[in-house]
C-alpha cells in the first residue's frame, strides 16, 4: 500500500535535479534510467518525490497557503512596507521572494513530472505499471501548469526533461499550456485507478479537475466551455464517488483522511521532509503549544459580509477566529490571573473587544475587565458596522472598540485569524493538518454556476442549496442561515451569490486567490469594493495616515478601482528571478501593469 505521506529526494541516484532556474535541471536520476526504475518500487519512489514537491515549502506546504490568501484581496499582513506587504495591498512586485517561491515550486514539478514521465517512457516496466504512474506524474503536471496559468497567465512551457543548455523559454500563450493540462487530465482519466489513497491523484479527482478546467475557460470568455465543464461535472456527479462532509467542521480537524468530500488533497506528518507551515503562518502569537507568527489574517471586509450575509451561520466559527489563551514557551497553557477564570486570561481580536469595567473584585489583583462584540443583529447593515451607529450609546463596549480599532496604532488585534489552517497542537513549526486542494463543495458551486449560465437557474439554485444545506446542519442545532435562494433570482443575481459563496466557503484555504479572480474584473471590483467601502477600514486607515504604522487597514489604491488597477491585479508578475536567469523573457515581457 502507498504510504500516506510523500517522500522528498534530494541525494543518490534517486535525487531530481537541484537547480537555481526551473529550466536548468538535467535529473541526476535521467543518468541511469535502468537503476532508477528497474523495480516497480524505485519508480514509486520517484514518483513520491513529484507529490512531495507539490506538498513542499515552495509548494502547498506554505507559499500557496501563505500567497493565495494573502494576496486574495481579503488577506490582511503589517503594513510594514515589505513584499509581503506590497502584493497584499495589491501592489506586487516582480521581486517578491515568496511570489519566487510559488513560481519555482510549480515549475519544480513540472520539471519534476517531465523528467519522470521521460525516464518511464523507457523503463523495462510492465506496460500496467507504468501506464498508472505516468497517468499520476501527469494529473500533477496538469495540476502544476493549471496553478500557473491562474495565477501568471502566459508562461514558459516545456514537457520534455531540460538538458543544461536549455535554459532559455519565452512566455507561452496560455490557451497553449491549456491544452496541454487538457490532454494530461484526459490521459489521467482514462489510465488512473477508479479510487486511490487520500493525498493520491485518481480517475474521478481527473475528471473533476478537467471540469474546473473548462468553468475557468469558460469564465475567461470562452462560451463553448460551459458545456464542456457541464459535461464532465455531470458525470462526476452521477458518478456519486463524493459527498458532502456531514459536518463543515470536521473537515479542518487534525490529520483527516477518508472524507469523501476530497477530491485531492496534500497529506503531511510533522515529521516529515514535506511539511505543512500554515499553523506557523496563521495561528495567533503564542496561542499553540509551538511557533506561530500571527503573519496573515482575515480583512473586517470579509468577516463582516460574510456575518452579515449569513447571520449564524455555522461555518464561521469554523473560518475565523477572534480569542484564544496564550501559551508559554514551554507549550502549557499560561496561567490564570485571578483566582477565578477571567476575561484577563484570553486575548481577544476583531470583531470582539474586552473593555475595563473599573471594578476590582475582592481578592483580585486587577479591575475585572468585560467582553463585548459588535451587535450585528442589531446593526441597519451588518456587513458595514458603522462607527457613528456602533458610538451612539445603544451598545455597551462599543465605544472601547471603535476607539480601539479605528484609532489606535500598534498590533490592536483588528482583524479576525484564520482559523482552517491553525493546529492548536502543532510541533515547532510544523502541522497536523492535510490541506485540501480540491473539494467536492467547490465543484458543486462551480456546476451550479455552470447551470446558470447555461439558463438553467432552477438547477443553479438546487446544487448552490446543498453546499448551503449542509452549513445549516454544520452547528449544534440546525440554523436558517445561510438560507435558500429565492426562485426569483435572476441570472446576474444568482451568478453573484454563486461567486461570493465561494468565496464565503474557502475562506483560509488555497484557493482564495484564484476564485476571488475567477469571474474576471466585474467581480473583483465588487470583491475590493467591499473593503473600500467599509467605514471602520476607511476610519481606522484614515486616523493612522501619518507616521509609521505597520498595523493599518487598507485602501486599495486609494479608492481607486479603476479597470487598469482590476486588470494588472488578476494575475500576479513574473518573478524578477526567472527574468533575471531566462534569456528569452525580459521585464518588458511582464504582465500588465507591472
Known amino acids: 500500500m502507498k504510504t500516506l505521506k510523500y517522500i522528498l529526494l534530494f541525494a543518490g541516484v534517486l535525487s531530481f535535479s537541484a537547480c537555481n532556474s526551473w529550466l536548468d535541471e538535467d535529473p541526476e536520476y535521467s543518468i541511469n534510467t535502468n537503476t532508477a526504475f528497474a523495480t516497480k518500487e524505485s519508480a514509486q519512489m520517484a514518483l513520491q518525490g513529484c507529490y512531495g514537491y507539490m506538498a513542499n515549502d515552495n509548494g502547498y506546504g506554505q507559499a500557496w497557503q501563505e500567497l493565495m490568501i494573502s494576496a486574495s484581496g481579503f488577506g490582511w499582513y503589517q503594513t510594514n512596507g515589505n513584499d509581503q506587504d506590497d502584493y497584499t495591498s495589491l501592489r506586487a512586485i516582480p ?185 506557523w503562518l496563521f495561528a495567533p502569537t503564542n496561542s499553540t503549544t509551538g511557533k506561530s507568527w500571527s503573519r496573515i489574517r482575515a480583512s473586517k471586509a470579509l468577516y463582516d459580509y460574510f456575518r452579515g450575509t449569513y447571520p449564524g451561520d455555522a461555518r464561521l466559527e469554523v473560518t475565523f477566529q477572534s480569542k484564544w489563551r496564550n501559551y508559554t514557551a514551554n507549550g502549557q497553557v499560561a496561567a490564570q490571573v485571578e483566582p477565578v477564570p477571567s476575561a484577563r486570561d484570553t486575548t481577544y481580536a476583531y470583531p470582539l473587544v474586552s473593555y475595563d469595567s473599573k471594578e476590582t473584585p475582592e481578592g483580585w489583583s486587577k479591575s475585572k475587565l468585560l467582553v463585548a462584540e459588535i451587535p450585528y443583529e442589531q446593526l441597519p447593515d451588518p456587513a458595514n458596522p458603522s462607527a457613528k451607529e456602533l458610538s451612539s450609546g445603544k451598545y455597551a463596549g462599543m465605544d472601547e472598540l471603535v476607539k480601539k480599532y479605528s484609532e489606535n496604532t500598534g498590533d490592536n488585534q483588528g482583524w479576525p485569524y484564520f482559523k482552517k489552517p491553525i493546529d492548536q497542537v502543532v510541533s515547532a513549526q510544523n502541522s497536523h493538518k492535510n490541506i485540501f486542494i480540491y473539494r467536492y463543495a467547490d465543484m458543486l458551486l462551480m456546476m451550479a454556476d455552470v447551470y446558470n449560465e447555461l439558463g438553467d437557474k432552477n438547477k443553479a439554485i438546487d446544487l448552490a442549496d446543498e453546499v448551503l444545506s449542509r452549513a445549516r446542519q454544520s452547528g449544534s442545532q440546525p440554523s436558517e442561515q445561510p438560507a435558500r435562494w429565492n426562485s426569483s433570482l435572476s441570472k446576474d443575481q444568482i451568478k453573484e451569490k454563486i461567486y461570493f459563496e465561494r468565496i464565503f466557503e474557502f475562506s483560509g484555504e488555497p484557493g482564495m486567490y484564484q476564485i476571488v479572480r475567477s469571474r474576471g474584473t466585474e467581480m473583483l471590483k465588487k470583491a475590493l469594493e467591499l473593503n473600500n467601502n467599509h467605514e471602520l477600514v476607511l476610519l481606522h486607515n484614515a486616523n493612522t495616515a501619518t507616521g509609521v504604522n505597520n498595523f493599518r487597514d487598507r485602501y486599495y489604491n486609494n479608492g481607486d478601482l479603476s479597470e487598469d488597477f482590476l486588470k494588472k491585479n488578476l494575475l500576479l508578475p513574473i518573478p524578477k528571478n526567472e527574468i533575471d536567469t531566462n534569456s528569452a523573457i525580459d521585464f518588458s515581457d511582464n504582465n500588465f501593469g507591472y
Open 95 to 279: 521581486a517578491s521572494t515568496l511570489i519566487n517561491m510559488a513560481w519555482t515550486g510549480m515549475y519544480k514539478v513540472i520539471g519534476e513530472t517531465n523528467a519522470f514521465i521521460a525516464n518511464m517512457e523507457e523503463s523495462p516496466l510492465d506496460e500496467s505499471v507504468k501506464t498508472s504512474m505516468l497517468a499520476e506524474a501527469k494529473f500533477l503536471r496538469a495540476l502544476a501548469y493549471y496553478n500557473v496559468v491562474t495565477t501568471w497567465g502566459d508562461a514558459p512551457f516545456k514537457t520534455t526533461p531540460s538538458a543544461s543548455d536549455a535554459v532559455a523559454l519565452p512566455r507561452v500563450e496560455k490557451a497553449t499550456i491549456l491544452a496541454q493540462v487538457e490532454k494530461d487530465w484526459t490521459d489521467a482519466f482514462n489510465d488512473l485507478p477508479e479510487k486511490a489513497t487520500d493525498g493520491f491523484a485518481s480517475k474521478w479527482a481527473a475528471k473533476a479537475f478537467l471540469g474546473k478546467l473548462y468553468y475557468t475557460i469558460a469564465a475567461q470568455g470562452d462560451q463553448a466551455a460551459w458545456e464542456k465543464a457541464k459535461a464532465c461535472f455531470d458525470e462526476v456527479y452521477n458518478k456519486g464517488i463524493y459527498a458532502l462532509q456531514p459536518k463543515f467542521g470536521d473537515l479542518f480537524a487534525n490529520n483527516v483522511t477518508g472524507s469523501k468530500e476530497s477530491i485531492f488533497q496534500m497529506n503531511y506528518a510533522v515529521s516529515g521532509v514535506s511539511r505543512n507551515r500554515g499553523s
